[in-house]
């Protein structure tokens, strides 16, 4: 017992709890921050390109800084602009939906009265439909004044965060070299080539796990709205965000959406529909399955278990942005027990 009450162990003990404090506390609400360095990160070999062109650093950041957001605000604007249009067509034909999907549920009691015991019947005839009136008046309160009321309260915040990450953004693309500088500065020259080896590790791996994500994303939304277009579904750009967006979420996917949507088309007598996004899931499958190893490669280096316990773990502590940055900390740790900066006595 008593040899492992040293110095060295101790000061490991502190540096992990000071870790954990700062991952459950610091970092939820430094995400901006975070943001914005690893962008940062990501356009400093551009920047650094161009300042060999131009000889200065300051103009090559204020060029590429202001063409970010030039090209970024048009899109967004683009964007925004067709998906509140279609998201009012979408909520005002979705209680007609559900509406049609009751009617469909109590067409059906007398085909289970005819298989099932009358008592038997009408009780699960009665939980589905309330299941399904329950579904529509939580949509209905969701898009209430009251929450539509609390989303624009939460506006300042929301503006104020983006504020700090455009400010943090353009000063760390101008100070990535003097962070460089400092941290030399004050670090052993064989200290600083492993925090050096393991930046380097790091950034290619998070910048290459976030860049594949971002591609196999687009993907996936381009196959998504292509076929909905083909398959001539309304509201066909709001949908192919939504599955976007579900697709992005960790063990649920695509399909997660697509199928029971079949379901449903085959439930209020559109077996047609319901084929084709049956063949539209399959479709989202198979691209998946075979693009994402040839996107991700092996520069990420993270196994799907691991990504999941990470994944779990974030979200258990940071909530919904914890399943993003659950891995991004496990790649972290992951690089500097591998680059043994931190030695134990067990295999890595």
């Known amino acids: 017992m008593k040899k492992w009450i040293n110095k060295r162990n101790i000061s490991i003990f502190i540096i992990a709890i000071l870790t954990i404090l700062f991952i459950y506390f610091i970092i939820p609400i430094s ?20 300042t060999n062109k131009i000889n200065s650093r300051k103009w090559s950041v204020i060029i590429i800084y202001t063409s970010l957001l030039t090209i970024s605000g048009f899109i967004t604007y683009l964007f925004l602009t067709k998906l509140i249009d279609q998201i009012v067509l979408f909520i005002k034909d979705l209680p007609n939906k559900i509406n049609k999907l009751i009617k469909v ?8 009265k005819a298989v099932l015991p009358d008592e038997m019947a009408t009780t699960i005839n009665k939980e589905l439909q309330n299941f399904v009136a329950s579904m529509r008046d939580s949509i209905s309160h969701y898009f209430s004044v009251e929450n539509i009321t609390e989303v624009v309260s939460s506006l300042p915040g929301f503006i104020i965060s983006l504020v700090v ?15 460089h500088k400092f941290i030399k500065k004050h670090l052993y020259p064989n200290t600083y080539t492993q925090v050096i080896t393991i930046y380097n590790k790091i950034s290619h791996s998070i910048l290459g796990m976030i860049t594949a994500t971002v591609i196999l994303s687009f993907i996936t939304w381009v196959f998504t709205y292509i076929g909905l277009l083909i398959i001539g579904v309304d509201s066909a750009f709001v949908i192919s965000l939504l599955i976007w967006f579900i697709d992005i979420l960790p063990i649920v996917g695509a399909t997660g959406f697509t199928i029971p949507w079949a379901a449903y088309a085959y439930t209020v007598g559109d077996p047609t529909l319901g084929i084709q996004l049956i063949i539209l899931s399959i479709v989202l499958l198979v691209q998946r399955k075979v693009l994402e190893p040839k996107i991700f490669g092996t520069g990420v280096g993270l196994t799907p278990l691991p990504t999941l316990i990470s994944m779990f773990i974030g979200l258990k502590l940071m909530g919904f942005l914890g399943f ?25």
């Not at 990450?165 to 962070?179: D, G, K, S, T, Y």
Request: aromatic share 12%.
């Open 31 to 50: 995400i901006p921050l975070i943001t914005a360095f690893i962008i940062a990160l990501a356009f400093n070999p551009l920047i650094k390109r161009l």
């Open 105 to 112: 549920i109590e067409q059906y009691n007398d085909k289970m």
């Open 165 to 179: 990450f455009l400010v943090a953004l353009f000063l760390f693309m101008l100070e990535i070299p003097n962070i």
């Open 324 to 348: 993003f940055i659950g891995p991004l900390i496990l790649i972290v740790i992951k690089t500097i027990l591998e680059s043994g900066l931190i030695k134990t006595d067990f295999k890595i």
